[in-house]
């Protein structure tokens, strides 16, 4: 942690009352004269304080932005999100881990942006990005597995997006095979998993999340207004983006670890409980077709085992459903 | 064909001899002072010509580099190629059609580098691909397929290679399982397939090709010497790059289409039948480690079937092998 980290991390510690310089001066083993220049720092990134002679400081707002010494201070991760690039806008979060991607960067690897101009849903579809609303992530990740299991991390992202979102706001959020997080049968996450080979092999996977978190009823767009929801729409408050930012890293970041230890299995039965298409009649459509019948629960792949209603079962490797029942 | 691209047709054909200035007036519908024109304007992309009053203009040489005009004219493609694009010098063709795909272009679009800087070989090796050597291309494809079958893309390439390196000069030219090309024992080209998939359905593929073509043997560094070789080397003649480009690119077009119409099998035949891998003791080596045994041949998803020496048998999906026999 650098120094002015440090002092954020007191001064959030003490939760709204004042922190002496003297107190600050001691714990970080610095001058007075350096306390308020870290207090000006923070300053710079957004943060306001009272100042008062002989009570010390205390912090009064956060900056309403997605603030890089706030993400590092609430991470509880070894890696993921430790290389952090946090962006006005850019054309797509996807595009920029790409390219460190291909630069060699290493895993966990995040690029944040306030907003995206360009930003990629699945099926070549646009993910409506507006500046400050939401958490535009794009996260590197490189497994050491098969390209079989590619489904398996699909389920494993939406997941770790899916619990951070429940424990960080009570938000009873659920899950839509593969990795659609709804709230109220809305969603309010969209996960793009997007994978390099050379030939048949696994180069790297980039996990795009798009949470929706501020928005107002009146900042959808109309073909989305009877779709989308947000957390702040689910909640009636503000969410701190930072905050839930490095919540999601951090549950994706344990569940990634106990699944390159343990395997699926886990995964599977957490997926499994937080799932809202499970034992419902659906229609799947993807690149192949579209099939009908019940969604009966994830194989070993993480691939959807469909009962069709001739009765035969199939496994359904990726796609989109909706609920018919 | 654009006016200069048919000029340049009539002098091919004519094959070193003169043509009137009314002949091609008269085929090209243009006027003598258009004729000059379109002349200077080849002359300006590098070819060089004879003009003589009363007789008229005859072809004296080609330019030296890969020419936009010359490949159209060669290519005998709908698709593949069609759209080219020719750099002097880019750090990876790869990461230029990369690129162009994400922005949307179409399948067979074709990017080709006079020189890279940073050519990528496979396991993430660098490609050496000095100026004016080689041919140094990748062609985007978008196949409607399962990903279970990017083993045989890799396979079509690397046969396309070869069979236009051996029909467009005559060396007699190998695959090593799975797709490079070699002479003598030596390798000629080098094939790099990268895709780039959604969940788990393929977006896309790069087919990158390697060529060494106008290589002397003192243009190899010490550790590739040993192990490569060029086509100038193995004729003792100056090979087209332009023409082969355009040979090769027509021959994939060919084997593509075949193979989206007809499936794999006479890919797979075509294949076993310029391999110099099969039916020999050999070395596997890949992320899941290394395996010793006998190439039987390659299953119905381009994968290789090997016999190791317990008499067990599996596929290989992907990896390097050397002959040990």
Known sequence: MTKHEELLHMLLKADGQFVSGEEISKNLLISRT???KHVNKLRDLGYEFEAVSRKGYRLLTKPDS???????????????????????STPSTQGEVQQL???????GAVVLAEEQTNGRG?????????????????????????????????????LA????IRSFTGVDAGIKWPNDVLVNGRKICGILM????????????????????????????????PIATSLQIETGKTV????????ILTELEQLYDMYQKQGFNVIAALWE?????????????????????????????????????????????????SLTD
């Open 34 to 36: 350096a306390v308020w």
């Open 66 to 88: 997605i603030d890089e010494a706030g993400l590092q201070l609430a991470l509880q991760t070894e890696v993921f999100g430790r290389k952090a690039i946090i962006m006005q």
């Open 101 to 107: 991607a291909d630069e060699g960067v290493s895993e």
């Open 122 to 158: 699945r099926y070549g579809r646009r993910w409506y990005s507006p500046p400050g609303k939401g958490i535009w992530m794009s996260i590197l990740l490189r497994p050491q597995q098969s390209l079989r299991n590619t489904p398996q991390l699909t389920l494993l992202t939406g």
């Open 161 to 164: 997006v899916c619990r951070a």
């Open 194 to 225: 997007e994978s390099a080979l050379e030939d048949h092999e696994l180069r790297y996977c980039i996990a795009g999340i798009g949470v929706d978190v501020n928005f107002d009823k009146q900042d959808y767009p109309e073909e989305l207004s």
């Open 240 to 247: 701190d983006r930072t905050l839930l930012a490095a919540a």
């Open 273 to 321: 409980a937080l799932s809202v298409s499970l034992h419902r009649d659906i229609k799947v459509s993807n690149a192949h077709g579209i099939v009908e019948g019940m969604a009966l629960g994830i194989d070993s792949s993480g691939a959807l085992i469909v009962q069709k209603k001739d009765g035969e079962r199939i496994t359904v490797f990726s796609g989109e459903i």
